[in-house]
C-alpha cells in the first residue's frame, strides 16, 4: 500500500488523542505520539505519508506483520458466523486455538487457560501455583518485565515496578545470570551459571523452601535486555524446583510464537516448566488474546476441584481465530525458521560488524529476531551510555540516538541503554538490511557521546 498524504485528518487524530486519550508509562503533558495513519508488512507510515521500517514489532508482538491478509480473512469470516460467546462454551476456534497451541508447546503443557493478555495470564499463572503448593511466595528476578497488573508489576524487577510497590505480594526479586554486568564476579558462562544458581539456592534456603510457590522467569528476558541465559542454567534452575516442591513458570509472552527461531525459545534450552505464559505472538496482537499452557500435574489438582479464577472474554472467539490463522500462516509460510535463519545469517553479523566500527557499542547479544544493542559511553569500563532508568536531559544520547534513527525511516526499540533489533519474524533480508543501513547511520550519533 502507498501511503497518501492527508495531513488535515492527522491534526484531527493527534488533536482528540491529546484531548482524551490517557497514554501508559508516560507523563501525559510530556509526550508527543505519532499519528499513525497506516501499517502493511513490516512498516507503518504516519498521515503526511512517511514510512517507517518497524523494528520494534509495536511492542514485539506483531511476528507475522501489519495486516497479514489470511488472518484478517479469518477475523471477518468469524466475525460472520460467531462474533463472540461466553467462556463456559465449547466454540470451534477456541477448541482449535488451544488445540494449535498444545501441540507446539513443550512437554506435557497440554491444558489452555486463555486471558485477554500477558499480564493476567501471569497473575493467573501465580494464582494456580499457589494453590497447587498451599504456599505463597514467588521468587523473580531484577532486570525483568511480566506485566502491570498488580501481581504482575510486583514481579516485575525494571524500575515500573518501584510506584506500585506494595512489598507485601509475597514477592522476592533475586539475581539472574547476565554476564556482561556479572553480579556474581564471573568471567565465563560457566562461571556466571553456577553462581547464578548457588545464589538462586541459597536465597530459597533462606527465604525457607516450604514457602515458596513459584519461581517464574522470562525464558530470554525481552524488554529487561535480552539477556540469554548461559548453557545449564534453565535446567539448573528446573532442578531446584523439583527439589524443592516449586511450581516452574516461564514467561514466554515476548520470546514465544517464532520470535527465538523456535516457536518457543524453551525449545532453545530443552527445558519443559509447569507453566507457561504467552500472548503477544499468538495471534500478531490483531485481536488481545492470551494464555497459560498448564502442566498434567497442575491440571490434576482442578480435576474435581474448582479453578477459582476466570474472565469474561476468556478465549474470545475472534482473538482465537486470528490465533489459528495466525500459526496457520506461521506454519505454512515457514515464518519460525525465517526468524532463526535470518538472525543467524544476517542480523548477527551484521551487529557483531557494526560492534566493531561503533565505540558506542558495548555489546551484542541474541537469537532469531530477538537482538538487543547496548551502547556504551565507555568499552573498557562498560558504562552504559546513560544511567539506569535516566529521564530528560539524562536521557539525551538514547533520545538523540533514536531522533537519527526515525528521522531516516527506522522505529526502533529503545529501553534504557539498549536498542532491540525485534523486526517481524517474517520480515525480509533486503528489509532488514535497509534497517541495519539506518541503524548503522544513527550510531554515529551515539558514538558522539562516548569517550571513544
Not at 16 to 44: K, M, N, T
Not at 302 to 314: C, E, M, N, V
Amino acid at each position: 500500500m502507498t501511503p497518501q498524504p492527508n495531513p488535515e485528518v492527522g491534526a484531527g487524530v493527534k488533536a482528540a488523542d491529546r484531548a482524551h486519550v490517557f497514554h501508559s508509562w508516560s507523563a501525559q503533558e510530556l509526550i508527543d505520539p505519532l499519528a499513525v495513519a497506516g501499517a502493511e508488512g513490516s512498516y507503518f507510515w504516519d498521515y503526511d505519508g512517511k514510512r517507517y521500517l518497524d523494528f520494534s514489532s509495536g511492542l514485539v508482538y506483531t511476528n507475522i506483520g501489519y495486516q497479514h491478509p489470511k488472518v484478517v480473512a479469518a477475523i471477518q469470516e468469524q466475525a460472520a458466523s460467531l462474533t463472540t460467546f461466553a467462556p463456559a462454551f465449547a466454540i470451534e476456534a477456541r477448541s482449535e486455538a488451544a488445540r494449535l497451541i498444545a501441540e507446539r508447546t513443550p512437554g506435557d503443557l497440554d491444558k489452555i487457560f486463555f486471558t485477554n493478555a500477558g499480564a493476567d495470564a501471569v497473575e493467573h499463572a501465580v494464582r494456580m501455583a499457589r494453590l497447587h503448593t498451599g504456599r505463597r511466595k514467588v521468587l523473580s528476578t531484577y532486570r525483568s518485565y511480566h506485566g502491570g497488573t498488580e501481581q504482575a508489576v510486583n514481579l516485575t524487577g525494571d524500575p515500573r515496578r518501584w510506584a506500585s510497590d506494595s512489598g507485601t505480594a509475597g514477592v522476592v526479586h533475586f539475581w539472574a545470570p547476565y554476564l556482561y554486568r556479572s553480579r556474581f564476579y564471573a568471567e565465563t558462562e560457566e562461571q556466571e551459571c553456577a553462581r547464578a544458581l548457588e545464589h538462586l539456592e541459597t536465597t530459597i534456603a533462606f527465604e525457607g523452601p516450604g514457602t515458596v510457590a513459584a519461581i517464574i522467569l522470562e525464558t530470554i528476558p525481552g524488554t529487561a535486555g535480552i539477556m540469554i541465559p548461559p548453557p545449564g542454567y534453565l535446567a539448573g534452575v528446573r532442578e531446584i524446583c523439583d527439589k524443592y516442591g516449586i511450581v516452574f513458570i516461564l514467561d514466554e509472552v515476548m520470546a514465544g510464537f517464532g520470535r527465538t527461531g523456535e516457536w518457543f525459545a524453551a525449545d532453545l534450552f530443552d527445558v519443559v516448566p509447569d507453566l507457561m505464559t504467552f500472548a503477544k505472538g499468538v495471534n500478531s496482537g490483531y485481536v488481545p488474546l492470551g494464555g497459560v499452557a498448564i502442566s498434567g500435574a497442575i491440571a490434576e489438582t482442578f480435576a474435581k476441584r474448582p479453578y477459582p479464577g476466570g474472565l469474561t472474554y476468556s478465549g474470545h472467539p475472534l482473538a482465537c481465530a486470528a490465533a489459528v490463522a495466525t500459526i496457520d500462516v506461521m506454519a505454512e509460510e515457514g515464518i519460525v525458521e525465517n526468524a532463526a535463519r535470518l538472525g543467524k545469517d544476517v542480523v548477527g553479523p551484521a551487529l557483531r560488524e557494526l560492534a566493531e566500527r561503533h565505540p558506542s557499542v558495548g555489546e551484542v547479544r541474541g537469537v532469531g529476531m530477538f537482538w538487543a544493542v547496548e551502547l556504551v559511553r565507555d568499552r573498557e569500563t562498560r558504562e552504559p551510555l546513560v544511567a539506569y532508568n535516566a529521564a530528560g536531559e539524562a536521557n539525551a544520547a538514547m533520545a538523540a540516538f533514536g531522533a537519527a534513527a526515525k528521522k531516516q525511516g527506522l522505529w526502533p526499540f529503545i529501553n534504557m541503554n539498549r536498542t532491540h533489533v525485534v523486526p517481524p519474524c517474517n520480515v525480509s533480508e533486503a528489509e532488514l538490511k535497509e534497517g541495519l543501513a539506518v541503524l548503522d547511520a544513527a550510531l554515529t550519533v551515539a558514538d558522539e557521546y562516548t569517550t571513544r
